[in-house]
């Protein structure tokens, strides 16, 4: 009798044993600890299709997760991936140095070649994407981020986080003195040179030198490129329905880093028929009447046919725009 007591317990004991094991869940407290010995190794913690569901899908859960969704591979043709996630790595790296990070907020992250699952199962065709996991119901729109109009420069990253978990995040950044390096030596070349050409700085007083100055300033400026600096914005990116590559944002509160490229090569285009113009009008001279005629009407093409392309630019970001020139 008590062989065959023994006999069921052992039995019933090996199929409990048997099933958690099949069953392979963890408990609540077993996945924080595990987050929290993952996140000590690294502040993101590189998940793939198992891992996301253990840790992201398994309820009850009572922390949030903060996921990116990427592809790191370099031939998967993500050229702002990389950038995105040193980003990235500055949020969770200052989350974690600020006190050791909590219980309450992960960061973790998906490559494309490790969780395809992944990025089907969130309908994602696209990278990179920020998403938050809250700890109770399903995700919403408010809980991707929006790239494409904010940016994904860590300061933005830390900002979206507080205004979903409430944790705020106080970047600190590594010291990066290449800046300083690199200004330190334009003021050496600048002072050995000038130091060199001291017995004739004769250019110093061309006006023509300190006009392009100017000019490149404004272009610089007007293009966007200070925007580009603040948003962080991708180069260009690729249409969620065509596929195609994508370098004029088709809104008016986003641009593209080609996008500022294409417009500043346009103004400057148009600054250059200006000055043709102007050129040609100054010159009093009957022996460059010729030069004069051909300097006023490449200006006038050059002023006609790109201010166009700008309109035409303007037009496809705001849209309902009515006026146009050359092109529509």
Not at 187 to 202: A, D, K, T
Request: contains cysteine; glycine residues 8%; positive net charge.
């Amino acid at each position: 009798m008590r062989v065959a007591f023994l006999f069921a317990f052992c039995a019933v004991l090996s199929l409990m044993v048997f099933f958690s094991v099949t069953n392979g869940a963890m408990s609540l407290g077993d996945r924080i600890t595990k987050l929290n010995e993952l996140s000590n190794q690294r502040p993101i913690i590189r998940m793939n299709t198992d891992k996301y569901r253990e840790f992201v899908k398994t309820t009850p859960r009572n922390y949030s997760i903060i996921l990116m969704l990427t592809a790191l591979n370099p031939s998967r043709g993500c050229g702002v991936c990389q950038v995105a996630h040193e980003e990235y790595d500055v949020v969770a790296s200052s989350y974690r140095l600020a006190g050791g990070g909590s219980d309450k907020l992960f960061f973790t992250m998906v490559d494309f070649d490790e969780g395809h699952d992944v990025f089907t199962s969130l309908k994602a065709n696209s990278a990179p994407i920020f998403m938050h996991i809250p700890p109770q119901g399903k995700p919403k729109d408010a809980d991707t981020m929006n790239i494409q109009v904010v940016g994904y420069n860590a300061e933005t990253i830390a900002k979206w986080v507080a205004e979903r978990t409430g944790i705020t995040i106080r970047i600190v950044r590594k010291p990066n003195y290449g800046g300083v390096v690199a200004f330190s030596l334009l003021m050496l070349l600048v002072g050995g040179f000038l130091y060199i050409r001291r017995n004739s700085l004769e250019f110093l007083n061309n006006r023509s030198m300190y006009a392009w100055i100017v000019v490149a300033l404004i272009l610089f400026m007007t293009s966007g490129q200070m925007w580009n600096h603040i948003r962080g914005p991708p180069f260009m990116q690729r249409h969620p329905q065509s596929k195609q590559w994508m370098f004029i944002h088709g809104s008016s509160q986003g641009q593209y880093v080609a996008e500022t490229y294409i417009v500043m090569s346009l103004n400057l285009a148009v600054a250059i028929g200006f000055i043709l113009l102007n050129e040609a009008a100054k010159s009093t001279n009957e022996q460059h009447r010729g030069r004069n005629k051909v300097m006023a009407i490449a200006g006038i093409v050059l002023v006609g046919i790109f201010f166009s392309a700008l309109k035409s630019i303007f037009r496809a970001k705001y849209q309902g725009y009515p006026y146009s020139f050359l092109f529509k």
